[in-house]
């Protein structure tokens, strides 16, 4: 499959979506997914659960989870050349799929996740399949097991689609820190899906599979969501095992869960949460039932989150914010208002410290989590006489220029004589904010903030300047540096390419309140007028 | 400080009484001016001892260890450091860390915690260590020992700084070595995403065994308060002997369960600052501790004699068994950088009152107690030294005398005896047959008269090679002694009756003929009658008629 598809002769979109074109003209479109809903969506009606409505269709015999499967790969397929999504696709998915349909033949009992295509993001350990963290020095890596998340959901009959491309361990906001290629944004392929998880928000958002899997170190899963128009979940730290995760910076790094639809993200997370005894540092607590959020929005009363305190948060909204987002994040207050919100705007007085201390640490701990990468073991080792230079050569030639920049900078940060003003002044700064999350959220049941600074942006544009870049990352850092779950869900569109151009809302919980972040979310979904969810392109596609 | 031998400072994995060895003849040949030399000085002296835990996996992981297995046998993606595997901390290397925190009169930290420790080197597969490092799960103890007897004895009490937990390495096999042929280098079990663990450098294929890689450390880092070769020798020892007491450890320092590193400087004597410190490493025994140490406290007084102090450099010099010397192996330029940071990957170690406190009643009775315990029994030191030595003798001899066996006597056969059996066979206390209560009824039967000496020491050997009880082989062998004095009296008889010609010359005068008789009794009572009635009867018969 994933031969086939790279040796496809490159095509333009206008001919790739031509209805004229002879390669897809065979391909009924109509039999995506999108087919088992009851009813078949326009691009701008409420997101549905795809997971929810391939259960329904494969238990009542409506489609076969090879047909599904087939829909899926065969819009990856097209697809792909143009928004090189993923490093690797699966050949066993078809397999896979078949057998669930003997299963089913059988009246086996299924998975929740029966069925569903899930991406992962190519940090993630998957078994004999090529985990490369999108770096060079991984080149051909296999792990012998999978992540404890990627094992969670395969228990309950996902099946990996593939790969998706990523910044390099981890480290970008744009996806172009990838060693293999530059993956596009669905709604304009001349930007970036932001990153680092930007293979597994763009495969979402183009429907390349149904779910995906990121990790979320300072906003890797949160803002490419924003900028391709998906949900996107960072759960708490500790919910989700990190086992099987490569490590970027270990006190910050979480699984999340890319949907397009807030219940989707919500059931890939049950399907992976909880204590991992695999894991240190995963959360022994419970994990409750967070589809049970879920519910249908007929049963909602007209203020259906009446009484709820939303507390938007001010340094967000200050200057650095494009006009745009602004606006799309005040709907979004009036639209929270409209549901019987009471709305207040709280200060993070410790927020724009939040960058600086986040670099400190994920730089810090990085260059020790990187270590590991010295030619020995795995990966590509270089001929040298002499040790240091075999460590040195291999290094050089199997990292990018980014991550040797954190690199650096994290080995300086943690020097004898200067541990105390960066690191460990940086960890000061760390409680500091965690201490004003907690009050905030003492008075708020959740925080909203613009989910980043502004929409995606050009391929190229920021490349140059990392600073820029890493600015970009103000919106979400705090979070992580706070180990809070936080959620984003599209929320509005401002001007750009030739459909507009998404805009996420990122609304902030208390530690391991991920259900209510899931229940507002839901709601505020399922009640948002005229937002396209939906790349046009992809949208118009299916609709052939 | 010369002397010929250490007696039993401890034991090693044949359970044979280990012996601090110094050949006479090693410093003789060393000038008496050099004797005086170092007399104007003061050695400063101080230990960083790593114990290999006994635990039955890793510090992380749930691989198991066992020295000797073939290269890689025993790895896994964690203690491979393969990319997302992450570290769970092994409860028993808590558990073991507090035992010898406590045994070591250590304070513990209730709140510590792991650090990593970050160096480059091919044996170890993360790029760093998980260590302790500003907050040890032990701090501030002391270890009290006595010298043996023959150094001129003496009671000592070293200083603990800290003790840590960490993990060790793996270890580099080079092509070359003869130990690890080209067969046993090959399993690396987890095949295709071990590309390679083997790394051509120095033109010579170098290969990395992970066995080791992940297996439990303590490291106990001592004050400088050792003076001489001698002192820090028996502190290793006294270390290998809490660990064994413990059973946190085997402490077996031929297969590196039991690592010491010594830190040796020198100054003259009055002077209160210290010198140049110099360590010492690949010290394989005690013995090669005690003459590295007074070999290089020779060295540095003979440069400080010479007025060539200044050549005395912070490094770490390599012991030479065959040459008997220490050679530089790494000057130090400054002090490396660790860029020690605390471990993400593990939460802190918290150890709460009633943990503490569980541990501290479980602990058995710690060799210092033990041996107080025996002083005050009446014990000479030497005794005390040799039954305190080893755990499983003093267990032993404790289990004899609780059967109520007379304690001198308990002391002498173990001493005596059953420990000459133990080294002559090679077996440990554990492996012989005899059982504490039998010995301690075998010690009474001698006592109460039912069997001689003599047929006890038979008796004796043939429980230390078969087992059995001593009442059943006496009475099955029909050893009881005989002491019905008119039995005797027949016997007697019977010898001056077959014998007239030595009876005469008995009372002619010869009466070392005593000797004859007694035997020729002895003899037909086939070694059971009692000595004493013998002979008193014997005299009377012979003294009577003349």
Redesign the interface.
């Known amino acids: 499959m994933v031969s086939t598809l790279h040796h496809h002769p490159p095509r333009s979109l206008s001919r790739f979506f031509s209805s004229s074109s002879t390669t897809i003209k065979s391909r009924s479109f109509h039999s995506k997914p999108i087919l088992c809903s009851d009813q078949s969506p326009s691009s701008t009606s409420s997101p549905q659960s795809q997971i929810l409505s391939i259960r329904h269709s494969l238990l009542s015999r409506h489609v076969t989870a090879t047909q599904l499967a087939e829909s899926y790969l065969t819009r990856l397929k097209l697809t792909e050349p143009h928004l090189k999504s993923f490093l690797h696709v699966s050949e066993h998915v078809l397999k896979q799929a078949e057998s669930l349909d003997h299963r089913i033949d059988r009246n086996e009992n299924i998975g929740l996740l029966a069925g569903v295509l899930v991406g992962v993001k190519d940090?993630?350990?998957t078994m004999d399949m090529p985990?490369t963290?999108g770096s060079r020095v991984?080149e051909?890596?296999?792990?012998?097991?999978d992540?404890t998340a990627v094992k969670r959901f395969k228990e309950l009959g996902g099946i990996v689609v593939g790969k998706t491309n990523m910044d390099e361990f981890g480290m970008g906001s744009t996806t172009e820190a990838s060693a293999f290629q530059v993956t596009a944004n669905p709604w304009d392929l001349s930007r970036v899906p932001g990153g680092s998880s930007g293979g597994s928000a763009a495969a979402v958002s183009a429907r390349q599979c149904v779910v995906s899997l990121g990790s979320d170190t300072g906003g890797s899963v949160r803002q490419p969501a924003s900028f391709c128009g998906v949900v996107g979940l960072k759960p708490t730290y500790g919910r989700v095992s990190?086992?099987?995760?490569?490590?970027y910076?270990?006190?910050l790094d979480v699984i999340g869960c890319f949907g397009s639809s807030v219940a989707d993200a919500g059931i890939l997370l049950s399907a992976i949460s909880g204590h991992d005894?695999?894991?240190?540092?995963s959360s022994k607590r419970e994990v409750p039932d967070f589809t049970s959020q879920f519910i249908s929005t007929e049963l909602l009363g007209s203020k259906p989150l009446k009484g709820l305190r939303v507390g938007l948060i001010r340094e967000t909204l200050d200057n650095g914010v494009d006009n745009g987002i602004k606006s799309a994040v005040l709907g979004a207050v009036s639209h929270l208002e409209e549901l019987g919100c009471t709305l207040s705007e709280v200060s993070l007085p410790s927020f724009p410290l939040g960058l600086p201390a986040y670099y400190i640490l994920a730089s810090?701990?990085s260059?020790?989590n990187?270590?590991?990468?010295?030619g020995?073991?795995?990966?590509n080792?270089a001929?040298?006489?002499?040790?240091?230079a075999?460590?040195g050569d291999s290094r050089a030639k199997g990292f990018g220029p980014e991550v040797k920049m954190r690199i650096l900078m994290g080995?300086y940060g943690?020097?004898?004589g200067y541990?105390d003003a960066y690191?460990k002044r940086a960890q000061q700064v760390r409680t500091l904010i965690q201490k004003n999350f907690k009050t905030a959220l003492d008075e708020n049941d959740i925080l909203i903030s613009p989910a980043a600074p502004s929409a995606a942006y050009k391929i190229g544009e920021k490349k140059n300047d990392p600073l820029a870049m890493y600015a970009g990352d103000i919106m979400t850092v705090n979070v992580n540096l706070a180990g809070l779950p936080a959620l984003v869900l599209p929320c509005g569109f401002v001007e750009g390419g030739a459909a507009g151009l998404p805009v996420g809302l990122q609304m902030i919980g208390a530690a391991f309140d991920e259900e209510k972040l899931l229940k507002v979310g839901h709601i505020f979904e399922q009640t948002l007028q005229g937002c396209r969810f939906i790349p046009p392109l992809i949208a118009d596609c299916d609709a052939q | 400080m010369k002397n010929s031998q250490i007696q039993p400072a401890t034991q090693e994995k044949q359970q044979q009484p280990p012996q601090i060895k110094v050949s006479p003849q090693t410093h003789q040949t060393k000038t008496k001016t050099l004797d005086k030399i170092t007399q104007d000085y003061e050695a400063i002296i101080g230990i960083e001892t790593h114990v290999q835990l006994s635990t039955l996996t890793k510090a992380f992981c749930g691989c198991p260890y066992n020295y000797g297995s073939q290269p890689n046998t025993s790895i896994c993606?964690i203690c491979?450091?393969?990319?997302?595997?992450?570290?769970?901390?092994n409860s028993k290397v808590i558990e073991f860390a507090v035992k010898l925190g406590l045994a070591l009169n250590c304070k513990l930290s209730l709140n510590s915690k792991f650090d990593?420790k970050?160096y480059?080197y091919?044996d170890l597969?993360?790029?760093?260590q998980i260590s302790q490092f500003d907050i040890p799960i032990a701090t501030s103890g002391y270890l009290d020992l006595d010298l043996p007897v023959e150094f001129g004895g003496g009671h000592r009490r070293f200083g603990i700084t800290r003790v840590h937990m960490e993990e060790d390495a793996g270890k580099l096999l080079h092509s070359g070595d003869g130990d690890y042929s080209q067969e046993n280098t090959i399993p690396l079990t987890?095949?295709?995403?071990?590309?390679?663990?083997c790394?051509?450098?120095?033109?010579n294929l170098l290969q990395?065994d992970l066995n080791r890689a992940g297996v439990p450390l303590l490291e106990i880092v001592s004050e400088p308060d050792m003076r001489n070769g001698i002192e820090a020798a028996e502190y290793a020892s006294e270390v290998q002997r809490v660990v064994r007491y413990l059973g946190v450890s085997n402490g077996n320092m031929q297969e590196g369960s039991l690592r010491c590193d010594v830190n040796v400087s020198i100054r003259p004597i009055g002077q209160s600052e210290f010198g140049t410190k110099v360590e010492i490493k690949n010290l394989n025994s005690f013995s090669s501790i005690n003459r590295a140490i007074d070999f290089e406290i020779e060295r540095q007084a003979l440069l400080h004699s010479q007025g060539q102090g200044d050549q005395i450099v912070q490094e770490t010099r390599l012991w030479e068994e065959g040459s008997q010397k220490t050679v530089t192996m790494r000057k130090k330029e400054g002090?490396s950088?660790y860029?020690?940071?605390p471990e993400?990957?593990?939460?802190e170690v918290i150890l709460t009152e009633e943990f503490v406190d569980s541990i501290h009643r479980s602990l058995p009775e710690l060799p210092e107690v033990k041996r107080r315990r025996y002083e005050k029994m009446g014990l000479s030191m030497q005794d005390v030294l040799f039954l305190a030595n080893d755990i499983n003798v003093s267990q032993f001899f404790d289990a004899t005398i609780a059967m109520g066996a007379d304690v001198k006597l308990a002391t002498n056969w173990i001493m005596g005896d059953i420990a000459a059996y133990m080294k002559n066979e090679k077996l440990s206390i554990s492996e012989i047959k005899l059982a504490p209560e039998e010995l301690a009824e075998l010690i009474a039967s001698i006592k109460s008269g039912t069997i001689s000496g003599k047929i006890g020491k038979e008796i004796l050997f043939e429980l230390l090679a078969k087992g059995g009880m001593v009442k059943g082989l006496i009475k099955e062998k029909d050893l009881v002694q005989i002491v019905d004095p008119s039995e005797i009296e027949k016997m007697v008889d019977k010898v001056l009756l077959e014998n007239p010609k030595q009876l005469e010359q008995y009372r002619g005068g010869k009466t070392k003929l005593q000797g004859y008789f007694a035997g020729q009794i002895m003899k037909i009572s086939k070694g059971k009658a009692n000595p004493g009635l013998l002979n008193k009867i014997l005299l009377e018969k012979l003294n009577a008629k003349s």
Request: contains cysteine; proline residues 9%.
């Open positions: 940090n993630i350990c985990s963290a991984l051909n890596y296999r792990p012998p097991f992540a990190r086992y099987g995760l490569m490590a910076a270990s006190s005894r695999l894991d240190a540092t810090s701990e260059s020790s990187l270590s590991r990468y010295d020995v073991r795995y990966g080792q001929t040298a006489d002499e040790l240091n075999l460590y080995t943690l020097s004898a541990y690191y | 993606p491979m450091g393969l990319p997302g595997a992450l570290p769970v901390l990593r970050q480059f091919p597969p993360k790029g760093y987890l095949g295709s995403l071990l590309m390679a663990a790394l051509l450098c120095f033109g990395v002090l950088d860029r020690y940071f993400p990957d593990l939460p």
